[in-house]
């Protein structure tokens, strides 16, 4: 089943977002989506691959796609750019529909699915001006343009061989923004990056879509989606299990306090023993392991946090060293593993 979030049921993060950012998202609802999914599915040998998938993509919005490793997504992103044709359902870009009318529609798209492939041999320039001539109107100017919002406009005239993994992939989103395109649609952009290549790449897609244009981020990563994407929709098993503002999103995952006593025994059972505290099963807590690790032995609970003093001071009096209480806030992580309970594996592709 599909949860759909909207706003006014929960507190976004940004609860008081500037004018200009509340007129861009105005402007973005109020304008018809440059990506509409309805009702996509896809059967491969009998077998569901995508269950009735639906999501919008507005206007200068950065959308994330999220799931595991064969939850879906490429497939879903094949279908999205007439790769592959979807069993039922239909795909709109700016109101075109990419199954009746391809080459209408993909005018609008700049895409990526996987790995971009580039020749080695020729220089970042030469790869650039070879797919220019695939298409009607690009020129030079286009080409130094895309150089230069890509950061590559330094190094465009050497050979790609000598590039590293992140210049290739930013020489891949250089050649998807050669049309100009409305929609871009990156499969796995920060894969094999190192941290410096991922926060650049996350940089220039976040001007890009800051210059009105709409990108479509498929990932694995959490993390990643959290910090770039402005709403996500939640894949797992071939269907989109909710869908909403990230925000809001992580505003619905349940928060968790941590404790570390000095007898971690005697602190559990006096929590245990406590009708304002829930202690939740260390292996069963849905929380980031990262956060488990850095404190080992500690016991997580769910526990409003007005009561944590009281609840500290009662510790106190029953002699039972309290060492550090921890409030973790949610993440994406937490949410999607309470939305899969704790299921990473999908089945899709």
């Known amino acids: 089943m599909q949860t759909n979030l909207t706003a006014g049921n929960i507190s976004a993060i940004n609860a008081n977002p500037s004018g200009t950012e509340r ?19 896809k059967t491969i040998r009998g077998r569901k691959i995508i269950d009735d998938i639906s999501f919008d993509v507005r206007a200068g919005e950065i959308y994330g796609f999220l799931g595991p490793n064969g939850s879906g997504k490429t497939t879903t992103i094949r279908m999205l750019v007439d790769l592959i044709k979807p069993t039922s359902g239909r795909v709109l870009v700016c109101g075109e529909d990419v199954n009746k009318h391809p080459e209408r529609a993909l005018r609008h798209v700049g895409c990526i699915v996987e790995n971009p492939e580039m020749y080695g041999y020729l220089t970042g320039w030469e790869n650039l001006d070879l797919f220019a001539r695939m298409q009607e109107g690009i020129g030079e100017a286009r080409i130094e343009e895309v150089a230069r919002i890509v950061r590559l406009d330094e190094r465009i005239h050497d050979k790609v061989k000598t590039y590293s993994l992140g210049m290739r992939q930013r020489l891949g989103i250089a050649q998807a923004l050669l049309g100009a395109p409305k929609l871009l649609i990156l499969d796995e952009p920060t894969n094999g990056l190192d941290p410096k290549g991922i926060k650049e790449l996350r940089a220039f897609i976040a001007e890009l879509a800051a210059e009105g244009m709409s990108v479509f981020v498929s990932s694995h990563l959490l993390s990643e989606i959290q910090l770039l994407c402005d709403r996500v ?18 505003a619905q995952a349940e ?12 602190g559990r059972r006096l929590l245990a023993d406590d009708p304002r505290v829930d202690v939740a099963d260390r292996d069963r807590a ?51 593993l309470t939305l899969t309970g704790g299921e990473r594996d999908g089945q899709g592709s």
């Open 255 to 266: 928060a968790h306090t941590l404790w570390l006593f000095e007898n971690p025994e005697a």
């Open 23 to 41: 007129e861009r998202e105005t402007r973005a609802r109020q304008e018809p989506p440059v990506l509409s999914v309805e009702h996509l599915s």
């Open 233 to 250: 929709a939640i894949i797992d098993g071939g269907s989109v299990i909710a869908v909403g503002d990230v925000g809001e999103m992580i």
């Open 286 to 336: 849905l929380l980031d392991e990262s956060v488990l690790l850095a404190l080992p032995g500690a016991v997580p609970t769910r526990v409003r946090q007005k009561d944590i003093p009281d609840v500290v001071a009662r510790c106190a009096a029953a002699g039972v060293g309290v060492l550090a209480v921890q409030r973790v806030v949610p993440t994406l992580e937490s949410l999607f």
